[in-house]
């Protein structure tokens, strides 16, 4: 259920695609092609720098039949304005294989001259997405590469996707979420349904004007029908802000009449997929050997088998059809050592219940996809299964998903999220753990020796406690000595005009969960110091914060900064001069605070040593608009102090 979309981006992007087969040159016809040939002749020119290519048309019909089986056409007509906006041609649509077949109805490229090519189906490809994992191997990606695509060119599809089985029975629920940046001319949103099903939806991100849908009815059945012209949406140029559903075109479309036919619904698939059968049980016995039943459900209990899920079970994301909410059984995930989140949640369930231990399915959308709208109940509002296990007043939310985090410790799109638990009567709506920012610890003590020649030898020690010690257990776990030095290599080769050299990277405590990771990072630096007439200057280190100066060029801001997770940051520095070196002048200190940041520096020195000492303490995770003038004013005081230096010069030999 994790978000897989960039997934299907990355393999179709690096895909060798297919030579292409069309047809001989055709023309539009006046008669047959009339509303076209019109749309493309008063498609407007081009007007905005980053429009490489615009909709003169995007429809999205649904066909919902009474048992909730539906049929959708996606018809897009695209001029290519730009080299970067021949991209649109090459077209990847996901789909469920098992449960949906999927239809090019017409492809074609139109030339400036109205003559055009046609795509052969018979050059499209469906390939499954997880070949090498039979239980996901219904997941496919239907692509193809539209022929002839050039600057002004103008690409037309339309693509059939037919439900086999419903993911609802008798109901329909659909989000429709506009790509963070889009041009169109019309774009177009039909949703058909039999009478007697009622439904509702919420609007945003359009004008006031274009919200409400017309509805009609024909014959014993309703359409709602939405329309918007001429719209662009450019927010996405904004870095670090919200989710497309929080701050693009959204409209959510649901049947479901409340939150109870979702948990009945979850509740009949999850259904049996966790039973523990004899090799879990077997499992479950020998991790827990020794322990007496009724310290089962301890803390150490539970950790034992969460770490043997979320390291031993290997973790697959699966977002389409039924696959997407329906754990394989428990056995199977064990049996194959693979699954997705539901699977290896359904594992663990299945683990604690052979305990005696309580626990229950819990969905989330994660914090990267916006946030539940609790008015319009739909299983599309989840994206993401972990567990909820009782614990007095509240729960323990695990999530063995992830092979690298501690026990109990959610991820930072997880946190602060409504979780929608699946209880065996009904369901609740809990809002997950969030850390704050003395939970999520970034300490580092470099010490640096400066030679006489103004290279200098480093040695950096960092210890990490919270959502920082993910990072770090990944990078020493699973990378490479080789990996490491080209890593530090384009580091230093960017911080340092000569350049460096890594002579030792560790990290310590990778599987003790128990205890802060640590590292030890060892490289030496070709041209530490920099002349500057007769003196020598040292650069004051920078701390994260000024990755924040992309977003502070203008005056204005639309949507509110949007930060992954609250963090404590300090660092330490302790630079030994060379030998006949004094410190000439060192930078005031600077101690800014506000109720979403707080931000100090300050240099000392004593005969031969500089001692720096940097804190950042990130308060919040979203920074309103109204608050963006101070913020922005912060980072450049920060930016400005950056920019100063450290005066070192050579002692006069008496």
């Known amino acids: 259920m994790k978000k897989i979309l960039k997934v299907f981006m990355f ?23 009339k509303e076209l040939m019109e749309m493309i002749k008063n498609a407007r020119p081009r007007r905005w720098e980053n429009e490489s290519a615009r909709y003169l048309l995007f429809e999205q019909n649904f066909y919902v039949n009474s048992d909730g089986r539906t049929t959708q056409t ?8 730009d080299e970067h906006g021949k991209r649109m041609g090459d077209v990847a649509l996901p789909f469920n294989s098992l449960y949906t077949d999927c239809k090019i109805e017409l492809a074609r490229t139109i030339q400036e001259d109205a003559s055009f090519m046609i795509f052969s189906n018979d050059a499209a490809q469906e390939m499954s997405v997880f070949a090498e994992y039979p239980f996901y191997s219904d ?15 103008i690409v037309e599809y339309v693509i059939k996707m037919q439900d086999k089985k419903p993911i609802m029975e008798n109901a329909f629920s659909y989000d429709f979420i506009l790509e963070s940046e889009a041009f169109f001319s019309v774009l177009k949103l039909n949703i058909d349904l039999p009478e007697e099903m009622e439904a509702k939806y919420s609007v945003k991100g359009i004008v006031d004007t274009e919200k409400e849908p017309l509805v009609r009815a024909e014959g014993k059945r309703k359409i709602y029908s939405w329309e918007v012209k001429n719209f662009i949406q450019v927010h996405g140029w904004e870095s670090m802000r919200p989710p497309d559903r929080e701050a693009g075109v959204f409209i959510s479309f649901t049947t479901l009449k409340s939150w109870d036919n979702v948990a009945a619904w979850a509740r009949n698939l999850f259904k049996g997929q966790d039973e523990p059968n004899d090799k879990i049980i077997a499992e479950e016995n020998n991790l827990l050997s020794g322990m007496p039943n009724d310290e089962k459900a301890s803390e150490e209990g539970i950790k034992k088998l969460f770490y043997f899920v979320a390291q031993n079970i290997r973790y697959v994301a699966v977002e389409f059809g039924v696959s997407a909410w329906k754990p394989y059984p428990a056995s199977e995930v064990l049996a194959n050592l693979y699954g997705d989140c539901k699977g290896k949640a359904a594992l663990l369930k299945s683990m604690l219940k052979a305990a005696g231990i309580k626990s229950y399915y819990a969905l989330i959308r994660t914090r990267d996809n916006g946030n539940i709208m609790k008015e319009m109940p739909s299983p599309f509002e989840f994206n993401h299964c972990i567990l909820a296990v009782p614990q007095g007043e509240g729960f323990l939310f695990l999530d063995p998903a992830f092979p690298l985090i501690k026990c109990g410790m959610l991820s930072d799109t997880e946190q602060g999220v409504e979780a929608f638990i699946v209880t065996d009567e009904g369901y609740k709506f809990v809002i997950t753990p969030e850390s704050r920012a003395q939970d999520n610890i970034a300490d580092t003590r470099t010490t640096i020796k400066i030679k006489r020649d103004g290279s200098a030898d480093l040695v950096e020690k960092v210890k990490i406690f919270g959502i920082e010690e993910i990072a770090l257990r990944v990078a020493g776990k699973y990378s490479t000595k080789m990996m490491n030095e080209k890593i530090f290599s384009e580091m230093l080769g960017s911080a340092y005009p000569g350049g460096g050299k890594l002579l030792e990277f560790e990290v310590n405590d990778v599987d003790n969960f128990d205890a802060p ?4 990072t060892h490289f030496l630096v070709n041209r530490f110091l920099q002349k500057v007439g007769t003196d020598f200057v040292i650069n004051i280190p920078s701390q994260r914060i000024l990755g924040f100066r ?11 900064v949007w930060i992954s997770y609250p963090y404590t940051e300090k660092d330490e520095y302790v630079i030994e001069i060379p030998q006949g070196y004094y410190v000439k002048y060192v930078p005031q200190d600077i101690s800014l605070d506000l109720p979403f940041v707080a931000y100090s520096s300050s240099i000392t020195n004593d005969k031969r040593k500089i001692y720096i000492t940097q804190s950042t303490i990130m308060k919040t995770k979203v920074i309103p608009v109204g608050k963006f003038g101070q913020f922005k004013n912060m980072i450049e005081k920060i930016f400005s102090h950056s920019n100063e230096v450290i005066i070192i010069s050579e002692k006069e030999s008496s």
């Open 517 to 520: 990771v640590k590292s030890t």
């Open 74 to 81: 996606i018809h897009a007509v695209i001029k290519i304005f």
């Open 11 to 33: 393999i179709y992007f690096i895909f060798i695609f297919p030579s292409i087969c069309f047809s001989a040159n055709e023309y539009l016809s006046e008669e047959k092609d």
């Open 550 to 560: 992309n977003i502070i060029g203008g005056s204005y801001r639309k949507n509110p």
């Open 139 to 153: 997941i496919k990606i239907m692509q193809f590469s539209l022929p002839a695509v050039r600057v002004g060119s």
